[in-house]
């Protein structure tokens, strides 16, 4: 049976979508109707990391309910910018959106010398479809079963306890740093391209631990091919309840998640936009939806970060935290 809440939600997304969809109804006259051909999602990282797995959720969602087939092509590189560049750089239309998340629209760009686009006037965000707080997970073979171990262990490593992420600021690279900087543990960095890269040479042993949204690892960690040590959340998860915070493990405040958002060239109509906003506030509401975004470890948008201008909101203050990050992890652009 359904909560009050997600009630709510179902309410709310149900209002959302009408609004939406006569705003969309309301185009110029002649306007083609949107949509009129498959559309697009680019995720810039590999296939297999959170950005894909919840990109290809929602994209079966919209598919559904807008009509037309939605298409996730994975482009990575550089940290999500090749991908992101090349949605930046596509006529704005609402045919080719991007799958965009803190490595390519926070962490990124603010640690490029030279940044190939600016996330606030070149993209324009569409909604969040997710956030999904961060794990640290460990070889199994490893004498370490939470993170005060790790710390100790590390330390008695000459050469460091490796610990992959998506790649030099990517959506983990952050977390690490500061992780690194609150306790002194004796972590190597060993960046990938995406978090879907680290997974293999995780599971083959060649890499000692991964920093990654939970959602990513849950079946290793079920399935004893590794230890999840520690999550980055106010509150334990649901789906792992026997591992305790990072805050709980004694350090202070530490939280740290990833979100998922789709956007649209700067430029695209309001009423593609609102079409869009429609169908992913509906799919948002859907219990199915709910369930299986909770299965992955993901937490659902609601209210605001459906829209534009709540999700323009988030993301100011996503970058006023990644330049003090920044600042404390002494880290420079290249």
Do not use: C
């Not at 309410?11 to 006259?29: D, K, S």
């Not at 083609?32 to 919840?54: C, K, L, M, Q, W």
């Not at 992913?280 to 948008?301: F, K, M, T, W, Y």
């Amino acid at each position: 049976m359904g909560s009050p809440e997600m009630g709510r939600r179902a309410l709310f997304a149900l209002g959302t979508a009408m609004a939406w969809r006569a705003g969309a109804a309301r185009a110029q006259p002649g306007a083609e109707a949107y949509p009129s051909r498959p559309i697009r999602f680019v995720v810039p990282f590999a296939a297999g990391g959170n950005s894909d797995v919840t990109a290809r959720l929602f994209a079966s969602q919209i598919t559904a309910r807008l009509g037309q087939a939605v298409v996730v092509e994975n482009r990575s590189g550089a940290t999500g910018a090749i991908g992101t560049e090349a949605v930046v750089r596509s006529r704005p239309d609402g045919y080719t959106l991007l799958i965009g998340s803190p490595g390519s629209i926070v962490n990124g760009p603010l640690l490029m010398a030279a940044p190939r686009y600016d996330t606030m006037a070149d993209l324009v965000p569409v909604a969040l479809l997710g956030q999904a707080p961060m794990v640290i997970i460990l070889r199994p073979g490893l004498p370490v079963r939470d993170l005060q171990q790790l710390v100790a262990f590390s330390r008695t490593q000459p050469r460091g306890v490796t610990i992959g992420t998506s790649g030099v600021g990517g959506a983990n690279h952050l977390p690490l740093e500061l992780f690194k900087a609150a306790t002194g543990a004796n972590l190597v960095h060993v960046p990938y391209r995406g978090g879907g890269n680290t997974l293999p040479d995780f599971v083959a042993g060649n890499v000692d631990g991964v920093l990654i949204e939970m959602s990513s690892v849950l079946d290793l960690h079920r399935d004893g091919r590794g230890r999840i040590l520690g999550i980055a959340a106010a509150h334990r998860s649901k789906q792992v309840p026997e591992v305790a915070t990072f805050i709980e493990q004694g350090i202070d405040g530490f939280v740290a998640a990833s979100f998922v958002g789709l956007f649209a060239p700067a430029g695209t109509p309001e009423p593609v936009l609102g079409a869009l906003q429609g169908a992913i506030s509906a799919a948002a509401a859907d219990p199915e939806v709910l369930a299986r975004l909770e299965a992955i470890g993901n937490n659902p948008p609601t209210g605001a970060e459906l829209t534009t201008p709540g999700t323009v909101a988030f993301l100011q203050g996503e970058l006023a935290k990644a330049r003090q990050a920044i600042a404390i992890a002494g880290l420079k652009p290249e």
